[in-house]
């Protein structure tokens, strides 16, 4: 879906007096602290609304060699996921274009953030919407599974 096509929708949703949640990450080597998250923040309102960072961007945040997971997969397998209702591919490091555009009334973030620290923080109280941060499953990370796999190849 495109910007253009996934803010119509949302628009329509609103008007029909649905709450939509947004939340966005790089979703790099799928795992249970992302479901949990996930589930979370779609029990948050009605309709949620995923922004999934693009290869390139991945590559801009987390380094040259990431992601592991190519954009095109992580999207067939977060669209697999019964609580994501809108998936929307971003190329920018952060998404306060796409929640300039379409306005979620609740951003979602984990609570590894501070909200004075999102970049994301100044488009959502401009347009009035607010910010919820969920706590995260300690232990449950993309880094620590690549740092798991990395000490098991150092064992051998």
């Not at 949302?10 to 966005?24: D, L, P, Q, W």
């Not at 922004?51 to 380094?63: E, P, Q, T, W, Y």
């Not at 609740?106 to 706590?135: C, F, H, M, N, Q």
């Amino acid at each position: 879906m495109c910007l253009n096509e996934l803010k119509k929708e949302i628009e329509s949703r609103k008007e029909a007096g649905e709450v939509i949640v947004f939340t966005n990450g790089c979703f790099d080597i799928l795992h249970v602290g992302h479901i949990r998250y996930l589930k979370k923040a779609a029990l948050l309102g009605d309709k949620l609304v995923l922004a999934v960072n693009s290869d390139s961007s991945v590559r801009n945040l987390k380094g040259e060699n990431r992601p592991f997971v190519p954009e095109e997969e992580r999207m067939e397998m977060l669209a697999a996921l019964d609580m994501i209702d809108y998936l929307i591919l971003f190329s920018e490091i952060n998404c306060k274009k796409v929640l300039a555009e379409i306005k979620p009334q609740i951003y979602v973030k984990g609570g590894d953030y501070k909200i004075e620290d999102l970049p994301e923080a100044e488009t959502v109280s401009a347009y009035g919407g607010r910010i919820e941060l969920i706590t995260e499953v300690k232990g449950r990370s993309t880094t620590n599974i690549i740092n798991k796999i990395r000490e098991s190849r150092d064992e051998k």
